[in-house]
Nanobody, 124 residues
Framework: QVRLVESGGGSVQSGGSLRLSCAVSGLSRTTYSMGWLRQAPGKDLEGVAAIDTEGSTAYADSVKGRFTISEDKAKSTLYLRMNNLNPEDTALYYC??????????????????RGQGTQVTVSS
């Protein structure tokens, strides 16, 4: 059974930083690309960052240079480091897994598995 469990969300002020974590179990990174999506109140799900099975990464234009996706394979954990946060980053952030997908597909919001989400709130 695939399980994705996010943690690390919280409330910060503009300019602050957070690191989200996603504990992954039940799937192989050799066949699943991973990523982070977010959904703000009243808005559609938006792709934030993705990493494919070979470690290539991709980011939404809105977070390039501020967010970094990474992983610790030994701990089966995916991370999203978020720097210089602004109120527009306020959203529920989801960890997702997509079978044999290029990063573009993950950023477009395509996934087979999703965690329960962790809330990020940025105040001005």
């Amino acid at each position: 059974q695939v399980r994705l469990v996010e943690s690390g969300g919280g409330s910060v002020q503009s300019g602050g930083s957070l690191r989200l974590s996603c504990a992954v179990s039940g799937l192989s990174r050799t066949t699943y690309s991973m990523g982070w999506l977010r959904q703000a109140p009243g808005k559609d799900l938006e792709g934030v960052a993705a990493i494919d099975t070979e470690g290539s990464t991709a980011y939404a234009d809105s977070v390039k240079g501020r967010f970094t996706i990474s992983e610790d394979k030994a701990k089966s954990t995916l991370y999203l480091r978020m720097n210089n946060l602004n109120p527009e980053d306020t959203a529920l952030y989801y960890c997702v897994a997509t079978w044999r997908a290029p990063t573009k597909q993950v950023l477009n919001g395509y996934f087979q598995h999703r965690g329960q989400g962790t809330q990020v709130t940025v105040s001005s």
